[in-house]
T-cell receptor, first 116, second 111 residues
Framework: DTGVSQDPRHKITKRGQNVTFRCDPI?????LYWYRQTLGQGPEFLTY????????KSRLLSDRFSAERPKGSFSTLEIQRTEQGDSAMYLC??????????????FGPGTRLTVL | QQQVKQSPQSLIVQKGGIPIINCAYE??????FPWYQQFPGKGPALLIA?????SEKKEGRFTISFNKSAKQFSLHIMDSQPGDSATYFC??????????FGAGTTVTVRA
């Protein structure tokens, strides 16, 4: 257990429905990252936050995706009008600010999304 | 467009063998190169990481070799054990800490 938690762990939904995932990072970590991992591939960067500010979004993050980190603590990732191609593991990671270990990203267990 | 290329896709070794996984990158702005281990149904866990000013780093049974001029780095698992059977990912980032991952290598260590 890295201290990063994600909820739910599994989500099955029908095409066209909206889903929302939550990530709780390690409390003193001010940077939070979202990645998507499809079967047999490495994680791909989606977006990241410094405190509550969203600093970058990947082109993988279509208009149907939105992420927030309202108080600089937990974050949510919402997918609207889900498509079968959205089926993947969604991973959250956080890092501490500053110091020699500041690159070390701690990953949560992920949320596995299946779109039927 | 994958910024980090990883090989092989999978490999099988006997217990005590030394699996070697190789990665190559193009972006010379990368300055941090971690390796992650992932078990089925779990998130990736950091194993070991290196910066380009160092050519080798060892932590326990895991060793990273780094060749800056060739833009390549590799992971060696010494005295491999069945419990090391997992998928291993190399990655790279610049100072924004946004990781670019390789496609992964599934390592199977047979008892």
């Amino acid at each position: 257990d890295t201290g990063v938690s994600q909820d739910p762990r599994h989500k099955i939904t029908k095409r066209g429905q909206n889903v929302t995932f939550r990530c709780d990072p390690i409390s003193e970590h001010n940077r939070l990252y979202w990645y998507r991992q499809t079967l047999g591939q490495g994680p791909e960067f989606l977006t990241y936050f410094q405190n509550e500010a969203q600093l970058e979004k990947s082109r993988l993050l279509s208009d149907r995706f939105s992420a927030e980190r309202p108080k600089g603590s937990f974050s949510t990732l919402e997918i609207q009008r889900t498509e079968q191609g959205d089926s993947a593991m969604y991973l959250c990671a956080s890092i501490p600010s500053g110091g020699p270990l500041s690159n070390e990203q701690f990953f949560g267990p992920g949320t596995r999304l299946t779109v039927l | 467009q994958q910024q980090v290329k990883q090989s092989p896709q999978s490999l099988i070794v006997q217990k005590g063998g030394i699996p070697i996984i190789n990665c190559a990158y193009e972006n010379t702005a990368f300055d941090y190169f971690p390796w992650y281990q992932q078990f089925p149904g779990k998130g990736p866990a950091l194993l070991i990481a290196i910066r380009p000013d160092v050519s080798e780093k060892k932590e326990g049974r895991f060793t990273i070799s780094f060749n800056k001029s060739a833009k390549q780095f590799s992971l060696h698992i010494m005295d491999s054990q069945p419990g090391d059977s997992a998928t291993y990912f190399c990655a790279a980032s610049t100072n924004d800490y946004k990781l670019s991952f390789g496609a992964g290598t599934t390592v199977t260590v047979r008892a």
